[in-house]
């Protein structure tokens, strides 16, 4: 009888099988690469030697110089990427889909002393800035893994994303004309003293892929894995058809990576290998553009005819109409959709009831009936009477309106985040803080509500004063200690979706060079609500300027945390500078502020958008995201400026 498998789950044993493709998990990658299958493969991907050959072949192949970016996509445990960093690679970064071998790798990143980076991520949709990388690479044959081919088209239109333009791809796959006719149909060897593996392989009755399956066995323990797996055969041919297909040109084979193994027994996939490097072109001819899914659009706004406690005056300013009608402007040159708009929440619900809007613009950042608390309760109601609309949902509106919750996925994804100490609503008094200066706020809240310039406490005195006031003004919110980051502060845009087209804006600096040195420098209430105030007058933002290594950093973090939040169509991402250097996060935000003198236009306006251009881009990803994703034909566009014409 079989004993229990590591982790004390037995394994599934299923004796004589007559036909592999009959008991092949659809997604059999995702479990199978862990412990075991470095002990079955490590002959090969465990081996110094392998791993220095990959390596020269793709420096060769690729023409890689030192100081150029690179990704090494379904890196596995990272061997090709600490390789390329040992060899002065600096840029250099890993994503794979198993935790396992992601968590193997960083630790063996630190324990080297080396600088790469490693992400956790599906090949199909990578949450990568666009065009950041110089070379993408998939190495010792991690290509074709998906049941359908569709899947391996969006591999490379992911990486064609990614590419800069004229970047380079290296597929380093098995020979699939080959392997088709000399594969072995059985085999075992030992693969230690104490394990050895019998392996089974069967083509797929289309006889485009082949089925695996391998058993581990202990000598003296039984049956460890009984598992299943396949990959699709390609040969260089229909590589090249594929590759021309997403949009690269320059399409050539190479030679192949010389496989080394410990064990020289059966190397499977890696018995013949074919090296392909194509190029992304530096002008991309792109796709026209498909009329909108929705063409009318309701316009959702907050309700001038309530009051709104968030505003300076507890109402809608001169500057809130302004606001509108220049956004109502430039939807106006939208000439492909037709606009209509509602701001009486009074009769909200029964609108959305019975005449049931085919496509609702979400600009209701103020919160049902003015109430920011109330902010998820507008999306709530539009999916419960069906109606498609623009941005996050409220799940996460209402995950973000909290932002220790936030820090803690933050934290969670290893992105650093300030110091900081919760309290609760019932907690009356504080333990001071070890460190000052300090920044004291709520825990709950929109538009910097309760951060005035007195947040920022400089000794138990002002501490105390600014806990109290806190307390009275906002009574039922918990309330946060935090560190003050006194460095530079910056935020990061992205409209679009992971997964299909999406930009992330350039970053954005706020410059406090000509706010007075004696009040402390943050974006608070008087910035956004005090046109009397000097943070109103005095404080500007630029385009920052960053190494690409900061830059990459910050960008990735903000598409990680836009996924892992579940943001949508459009999000903000403020970061700040400690004392010491380290850039961490702020806050995000969902469904940012869109008007015309926001940070989020602001930053498209350096990226070359208009006004109207950026509302259009929000929209466009929304209505993609409900309709079909576009054709895989000809070119994968980015979102690049002058998409339309403005009136």
Avoid at 24 to 29: D, G, I, R, S
Avoid at 333 to 343: C, I, N, P, Q, V
């Amino acid at each position: 009888m079989a004993q229990s498998a590591p982790g004390g789950r037995d394994p599934k044993t299923l004796g004589p099988v007559h036909d592999l493709e009959r008991h092949l998990p659809a997604e059999w990658w995702r479990t199978l690469f862990n412990a075991v299958y470095l002990k079955t493969d490590g002959d090969v991907v465990e081996n110094a030697a392998s791993t220095e050959s990959d390596v020269s072949f793709l420096i060769e192949s690729a023409g890689l110089l030192p100081g150029e970016s690179v990704l090494d996509l379904c890196c596995g445990q990272g061997r090709h990427v600490l390789e390329l960093a040992r060899r002065g690679y600096h840029h250099v970064t890993g994503v794979d889909r198993s935790r396992y071998l992601i968590r193997l790798a960083r630790k063996r990143n630190r324990e080297q002393g080396l600088s790469a980076t490693f992400r956790e991520g599906d090949a199909r949709k990578l949450r990568l800035t666009p065009e950041s990388f110089d070379c993408v690479a998939v190495m010792g044959n991690s290509f074709g893994y998906f049941e359908r081919a569709e899947d391996d088209l969006a591999v490379l239109s992911s990486i064609w994303r990614v590419l800069k333009p004229g970047g380079r791809i290296v597929l380093d796959v098995v020979d699939g004309d080959w392997m088709q006719h000399h594969f072995e149909p059985r085999s075992w060897e030992w693969i230690d003293e104490n394990h050895f593996v019998c392996r089974e392989r069967a083509l797929a009755n289309d006889r485009h892929r082949l089925i695996s399956r391998e058993i581990v066995t202990h000598a003296e323990r039984g049956v460890i894995a009984d598992q299943f797996y396949a990959e699709r055969l390609y040969s260089y041919g229909q590589l090249e058809a594929l590759l021309r297909k997403a949009g690269f040109t320059t399409i050539r084979q190479g030679s192949a990576p010389v496989t080394h193994s410990h064990r020289d027994q059966d190397l499977g996939m890696l018995s013949r290998r074919i090296g392909v490097v194509a190029t992304k072109p530096v002008t991309v001819t792109r796709r026209p553009r498909r009329g909108p899914l929705f063409p009318e659009v309701l316009v959702l706004l907050g309700d001038p005819s309530l009051p709104d406690d968030v505003k300076r005056e507890g109402v809608f300013a001169a500057e809130d109409h302004e606001t509108i009608r220049k956004m109502q402007a430039a939807l106006a040159g939208l000439k492909e959709y037709r606009f209509a708009y509602w701001d009486n929440h009074a009769d909200l619900l029964r609108y959305l009831e019975h005449e049931r809007p085919p496509f609702v613009l979400n600009l209701c950042d103020e919160g049902y009936k003015n109430d920011p608390f109330k902010e998820l309760h507008i999306t709530a109601a539009l999916e419960m009477f069906g109606v498609p609309y623009s941005g996050a949902g409220p799940r996460a509106l209402s995950l973000c309106y909290d932002k220790a919750l936030v820090r803690s996925v933050a934290q969670s994804l290893d992105i650093p985040v300030p110091l900081e100490s919760f309290f609760g609503p019932d907690d009356q008094m504080a333990t001071l803080p070890s460190v000052f200066p300090a920044l004291v706020k709520p825990n709950l809240g929109d538009s910097s509500q309760g951060i005035t310039q007195d947040a920022v406490v400089h000794n138990k005195e002002d501490f105390i004063a600014y806990w109290e006031w806190l307390r009275a003004a906002f009574p039922d919110r918990p309330l946060l200690v935090q560190e003050f980051l006194s460095g530079a502060e910056y935020s990061v845009g992205v409209i679009g979706n992971v997964g299909t087209d999406f930009v992330v804006l350039p970053i954005l600096e706020v410059d406090y060079s000509g706010l007075d040195p004696a009040l402390p420098q943050l974006l608070g209430y008087e910035s956004k609500w005090d046109p009397e105030s000097p943070y109103w007058t005095d404080i500007r933002c630029k385009k920052a300027v960053l190494d690409e290594s900061t830059r990459r950093q910050m960008s990735d973090h903000a598409l990680l945390l836009f996924e892992r939040l579940g943001c949508r169509d459009y999000a903000r991402f403020d970061f700040r500078t400690d004392s010491e250097g380290t850039i961490k996060l702020l806050e995000a935000n969902p469904n940012p502020g869109w008007c015309w003198d926001g940070k989020l236009n602001l930053m498209a306006e350096m990226a070359g958008y208009t006004y109207a251009e950026m509302l259009c881009l929000i929209l466009e990803a929304a209505q993609l995201r409900y309709g079909a994703a576009p054709a895989l034909e000809g070119t994968i566009p980015t979102p690049t400026p002058a998409l339309i014409e403005v009136s």
